[in-house]
């Protein structure tokens, strides 16, 4: 009997592989086996794929039926190649033609009754088809909204197997099952995305015009920041609306965000918009919420949901030390690489980190401190979570005051979250043009060496008596030039005075 192909691609994090399914009908007992390193979900597809193609009217061969997925050294996951399992079997026993799923890639998950159920991860998919000159896909009904994001494919979205007969020019006898009442909105949603703001307007933050500032330098230059202040100063408000002061991303990195969310299941939510992500895990995340983990190979955690985007961490010293310091390494590299018992798993995170803190337990300990009921120990203990290591990778220590005067509406209001933007854009630009030979994008990506060479010796002769005085670490007098030059970069200057460096080293230490 001849052999039934067909195309499917597999995900290691977010890198793509081509999958090819072939399945062979030969004479033997009754058996279906899947071959080619299938993990437990891919094995179980025998079961789902044999009840949906009987549901659709598929006389099921009483003989060996094996399925084979290439390459075969490489681990196969999850359930989104059961189509492409069930397409091969119906193309093997003739029921299909062979030549209409010739250069097609196949997906989806199939139920029992043969409906065609949604996956994760199809847009990181569709790119690399792209890329590899593959231009038409199948795929659930469901997925169809997010399949049109990518331009230039033709796409064929699938409700049920018996469906997938007909269209290929094969007869089924089946039922079109119901779609959920909220399938129909589910494009009308994602176009709309982009049109929803998902942070609020700095102007709507009462007083804090200093903090504001420091928020504006940290979104220019890229720079990770701490706020420290009593609950209700604003810490939390504040940090919500960094999004909305950044810059738009570009194309390209909103389609890596975009991809992100495709892997996770958050696509729809969102869609494909240039506001930037922020992600807000609760103080009680565990490591692996916080970095990516699970069994087999990893998923991504909450710092790889914030690529390009902003991982805020309110009540920092809340987090357990251990969940802390594993940011230290993605802080610098802007990766995470995650190995597990079927492999390593590389998934970007070049995230901006904003914490919040209080200065003590009980919050009260800020100005003369006589509403402090904590001990010294226990303040210590509080914040010796938040290690050297971790604070030392923080531009930015930035202390937060009560706010001590409602304004009336009448009063003048704070500068627009689209105000300080255009600032913030100006700014990055200017880091661009001046760092275009290097391919860094913002005053944070710039090494050592060029701050070194670039900078007047008299800036950093500054930055030298802070060594001297171990204000600084050598990190620290980095990335207090690096501050120096996203301050000149925000008032039109060239390069940074002495003044903007003594205000970037200001800015590396804790404000009162």
Not at 36 to 55: H, I, K, M, W
Not at 83 to 106: F, Y
Not at 406 to 431: D, H, M, N, W
């Amino acid at each position: 009997m001849p052999i039934g192909s067909t195309l499917s691609v597999g995900l290691i994090g977010l890198k793509a592989f081509i999958i090819q399914v072939q399945a062979f009908i030969s004479p033997g007992l009754p058996y279906f086996s899947i071959i080619g390193l299938p993990d437990t979900s891919l094995s179980e597809a025998r079961e789902r794929v044999r009840s949906a193609c009987q549901a659709s009217g598929f006389s099921w061969p009483q003989t060996r039926v094996t399925v084979n997925m290439s390459p075969a050294s490489v681990p196969k996951r999850g359930s989104s190649h059961d189509l492409a399992i069930a397409a091969s079997v119906l193309c093997a026993s003739n029921t299909i033609n062979h030549s209409c799923l010739e250069n097609t890639i196949v997906l989806g998950e199939v139920n029992l009754d043969g409906s065609v159920l949604p996956i994760h991860g199809l847009l990181p998919i569709m790119l690399h088809a792209k890329e590899r000159g593959i231009h038409k896909l199948i795929v659930p009904y469901r997925n169809l909204d997010e399949a049109r994001m990518v331009e230039d494919m033709d796409v064929i979205g699938v409700q049920h197997v018996g469906e997938l007969i007909e269209l290929m020019g094969g007869k089924a006898t089946y039922r079109m099952p119901e779609l959920p009442h909220n399938s129909e909105d589910a494009i009308e949603a994602t176009s709309q995305a982009d049109d929803v703001h998902p942070c609020g307007d700095m102007s709507e933050v009462l007083g804090q015009e200093h903090a504001k500032w420091a928020l504006q330098i940290a979104a220019a230059g890229g720079h990770n920041l701490i706020m420290t202040g009593p609950p209700g100063a604003g810490k939390t408000m504040l940090a919500s609306r960094i999004p909305g002061i950044m810059c738009p991303l570009d194309e390209a990195e909103q389609l890596e965000v975009a991809s992100i969310r495709s892997l996770c299941g958050t696509l729809p939510q969102y869609g494909i918009t240039d506001v930037p992500p922020f992600e807000a895990p609760h103080h009680t995340a565990s490591t692996a919420a916080l970095v990516g983990g699970g069994s087999g190979l990893a998923t991504p955690g909450a710092i790889t949901r914030a690529h390009r985007g902003i991982l805020f961490l309110d009540e920092a010293p809340e987090f357990s030390a251990r969940a802390l310091q594993t940011m230290r390494e993605p802080l610098e590299s802007g990766y995470v690489a995650l190995s597990r018992s079927k492999g390593s798993t590389y998934y970007p995170a070049a995230f901006q980190l904003i914490m919040a803190a209080n200065p003590c337990p009980c919050g009260y300990y800020y100005g003369t401190g006589e509403r402090c009921t904590c001990k010294e120990r226990e303040r210590m203990r509080y914040f010796s979570r938040l290690s050297g290591p971790i604070l030392d990778r923080v531009d930015i220590q930035l202390a937060v005051p009560p706010v001590s005067r409602i304004v009336q509406q009448s009063e003048p209001q704070g500068e627009s979250s689209q105000t300080i933007r255009a600032r913030v854009i100006q700014a990055r630009q200017a880091a661009m043009r001046r760092f275009e030979q290097f391919g860094w994008t913002c005053n944070a990506q710039a090494s050592g060496k060029w701050l070194h060479a670039n900078t007047s010796l008299k800036a950093v002769e500054l930055v030298n008596k802070a060594l001297n005085n171990h204000q600084l670490t050598l990190r620290g007098a980095d990335r207090a030039m690096r501050l120096a030059w996203t301050l000149a970069d925000l008032d039109g200057r060239t390069s940074p005075t002495e003044q903007d460096v003594h205000q970037g080293i200001e800015l590396r230490t804790r404000m009162s």
